[in-house]
């Protein structure tokens, strides 16, 4: 599995931005979960949201609910991560993950890591 993460950029407090995660495998019957997870400066990475490949289940990170959304499009393979009334300590850099689904808000949950993408939220 490899996973390429982009959309990222300097946007303003309130702004949106939609980060997407192209996902390649080499089998198929892709059915892991897959997540977002962002490392502030200073900060530890943390869980922002996930989504079960297979029936769109999702998960997110308090801090997030409701301006967050993750999705993805089986057909494109491609994990989007929806960004609305962003704020300073959303500021990151964003990695998505794939991971076989037991532990969806952990780093040790995901085998496999994009590059990451970095989100500025100027205000």
């Known amino acids: 599995v490899q996973l390429q993460a982009f959309g990222g950029g300097q946007v303003q407090v309130g702004d949106s931005l939609t980060l997407s995660c192209a996902v390649s495998?080499?089998?198929?019957?892709?059915?892991?979960?897959m997540g977002w997870f962002r490392r502030a400066p200073g900060k530890e990475r943390e869980f922002v949201a996930a989504i079960m490949w297979d029936d769109g289940g999702t998960t997110y990170e308090d801090s997030v609910k409701g301006r967050f959304t993750i999705s993805r499009d089986k057909v494109q393979r491609t994990v989007f991560l929806q960004m609305n009334s962003l704020k300073p300590e959303d500021t990151a850099i964003y990695y998505c993950a794939a991971g076989p689904g037991f532990r969806l808000t952990d780093v040790p949950g995901y085998n496999y890591w994009g590059q990451g993408t970095l989100v500025t939220v100027s205000s």
């Open positions: 495998i080499g089998r198929r019957g892709f059915k892991y979960a």
